[in-house]
T-cell receptor
Framework: GENVEQHPSTLSVQEGDSAVIKCTYS??????FPWYKQELGKRPQLIID?????GEKKDQRIAVTLNKTAKHFSLHITETQPEDSAVYFC?????????????FGRGTSLIVHP | NAGVTQTPKFRVLKTGQSMTLLCAQD?????MYWYRQDPGMGLRLIHY???????AKGEVPDGYNVSRLKKQNFLLGLESAAPSQTSVYFC???????????FGQGTRLTVV
């Protein structure tokens, strides 16, 4: 099955700095790569996603890049704000028993200091 | 639209007791999942379903059973709870396995 590695596990930045979180995956057939944000005590919610036929996608201050050859993808947050503080999860939808099933990374705790 | 709803939100069990967690979605999604979230371990897949009447094992299925008798509901059962099952449980649903997943609000389970 799919295996997703996520780094770093904790990231501390100053407000206004950029933050980058990286993930690698193992299943070359994986075709969908979402990123979820989980605020303290809340449920994970999608913030951005990318499909295997696209190399980069941007939405205001966040962007995701995908390198299919190297099997890694990254989340980029620019001009970080205190409200960006949360746990971020990457996921990759790889094949399992003929279906695509998402596998999650272990999460990155982002702390933005005012 | 309520989205994905889990019941209960909190529960304390004694070792050996049984319980069922209910997940309901009103988005007509085919896929449903149960995850457990432990500190530093991310979201680990327990069981999943790709449609009504189907279930499959995920990464950490031992000690859990599931059923999907109706498309909108996915039940997670613990037959004999153990302290190692203390965790936060999230249900999720998606139209397909490679589309956005929508999560329930979570169930915090403590087994003493």
């Amino acid at each position: 099955g799919e295996n997703v590695e996520q780094h770093p596990s904790t990231l501390s930045v100053q407000e206004g700095d950029s933050a980058v979180i990286k993930c690698t995956y193992s299943d070359s057939a994986s075709n969908y790569f979402p990123w979820y944000k989980q605020e303290l005590g809340k449920r994970p919610q999608l913030i951005i996603d990318i499909r295997s036929n696209v190399g980069e996608k941007k939405d205001q201050r966040i962007a995701v890049t995908l390198n299919k050859t190297a099997k890694h993808f990254s989340l980029h947050i620019t001009e970080t704000q205190p409200e960006d503080s949360a746990v971020y999860f990457c996921a990759a939808s790889g094949t399992s028993g003929g279906s695509y099933i998402p596998t999650f990374g272990r999460g990155t705790s982002l702390i933005v200091h005012p | 639209n309520a989205g994905v709803t889990q019941t209960p939100k909190f529960r304390v069990l004694k070792t050996g007791q049984s319980m069922t967690l209910l997940c309901a979605q009103d988005m007509n999604h085919e896929y449903m999942y149960w995850y457990r979230q432990d500190p530093g371990m991310g979201l680990r897949l327990i069981h999943y379903s790709v449609g009504e009447g189907t279930t499959a094992k995920g990464e950490v299925p031992d000690g859990y059973n599931v059923s999907r008798l109706k498309k909108q509901n996915f039940l997670l059962g613990l037959e004999s709870a153990a302290p190692s099952q203390t965790s936060v449980y999230f249900c999720a649903s998606s139209l397909l396995g490679d589309t956005e997943a929508f999560f329930g609000q979570g169930t915090r389970l403590t087994v003493v």
